[in-house]
């Protein structure tokens, strides 16, 4: 019942920084996770951040802990994942995604945890 739109997808150079938006539509759910998920050819969709409320907790994969960083702004509707020293391996397609249900750790960064999805936007690293 709740979509989502991403962007703030582009083009950088290694060691550069992109900030990507996911906005979403109210939701009545009091429990809820948000994800940021990438995909890259010939790869699995992978869990890189995500949080959960209503007592907000954050987790991140162990490969972007140290670079990426996950926030919410409800005012605003909208989840932010800033990525700071990009490189090239992090060149995906970044999709966020929802579900109503608390599935924080190891599971909160599982593809088959969330329900709703939007529709990705495409991080390209260049060396």
């Known amino acids: 019942q709740v979509q989502l739109v991403e962007s703030g997808g582009g083009s950088v150079q290694a060691e550069g920084s992109l900030r990507l938006s996911c906005e979403y539509s109210?939701?009545?759910?009091?429990?809820?996770?948000m994800g940021w998920f990438r995909q890259a050819p010939g790869k699995e969709r992978e869990g890189v951040a995500a949080?959960?409320?209503?007592?907000?907790?954050?987790m991140y994969a162990d490969s972007v802990k140290d670079r990426f960083s996950i926030s919410q702004d409800n005012a605003k509707n909208t989840v932010t994942l800033q990525m700071d020293n990009l490189q090239p391996v992090d060149t995906a397609t970044y999709y966020c995604?929802?579900?109503?249900?608390?599935?924080?750790?190891?599971?909160?960064?599982?593809?088959?945890?969330?329900?709703?999805w939007g529709q990705g936007t495409q991080v390209t690293v260049s060396s």
């Open positions: 949080i959960c409320g209503p007592r907000i907790r954050t």
């Open positions: 109210e939701f009545t759910s009091s429990t809820y996770c």
């Open positions: 995604a929802w579900t109503p249900r608390w599935v924080y750790g190891r599971v909160g960064l599982s593809r088959n945890s969330y329900q709703y």
